[in-house]
């Protein structure tokens, strides 16, 4: 795993995922932190900017995300590697497909209106890859990826002609104004034609 402060890296090593989600329920703390909703939110108003009645959700976790956008869109389809994670985004969002599988394994009968990779980018081994894949599967593509991997990830974005790319920032003050918390997410959206 990482270092406090460091994303974990596991580039393809998807049997690490599924370790950490049976660890225990939300080890992202993506119901509870406070970040991670106001990201949530974020995302939610970046998906209003471009056509989404489908979307694609890769990565999805516990379906915390996938409930949410499965009440903004009429066709929700949510992917994640850990078997752990697409079982308790079924029962999280019971409206949405939820698929158990890797995004270079996956079929799908369909192109989606909106692709939606947030906070998965960099635990794939080859990101162009995996860019390549995105795009051949909808109109436009929204990618979020913490700034902690910006110097990795950054350069595959700065060729992309986005439509949206920008940093999300977040700080949380704890009494009388200092500082405990910043941490932030680069939200890059793009159309795929």
């Avoid at 752990?84 to 969002?93: E, H, I, K, L, S």
């Avoid at 700080?171 to 959206?189: D, H, K, P, T």
Wanted: glycine fraction near 6%; aromatic fraction near 12%; charge should be neutral.
């Amino acid at each position: 795993m990482a270092r406090l402060g460091e994303v974990p890296r596991y580039e393809g090593a998807y049997d690490a995922l599924d370790r950490q989600f049976k660890s225990g329920e939300d080890p992202w703390h993506f119901g509870t932190d406070n970040y991670e909703i106001a990201r949530f939110d974020k995302i939610l108003e970046m998906v209003q900017w471009v056509p989404h009645d489908s979307i694609l959700e890769v990565g999805c976790a516990e379906g915390r995300l996938t409930r949410r956008l499965s009440a903004v869109a009429g066709h929700v389809t949510a992917i994640d590697v850990s078997p752990t994670a697409a079982d308790r985004a079924r029962r999280a969002a019971p409206e949405a497909r939820v698929l158990q599988g890797r995004l270079e394994d996956m079929k799908f009968d369909r192109r989606f209106d909106l692709v939606l990779c947030s906070e998965t980018i960099y635990y794939v081994s080859d990101v162009e890859a995996a860019l390549r894949r995105l795009n051949s599967l909808g109109d436009f593509v929204l990618v979020t990826y913490t700034l902690y991997e910006r110097s990795r990830l950054a350069p595959f974005f700065s060729r992309i002609p986005a439509i949206y790319n920008a940093p999300f920032h977040y700080l949380r003050f704890w009494e009388s104004g200092r500082l405990v918390n910043w941490r932030g997410a680069q939200i890059v959206i793009w159309a795929t034609s």
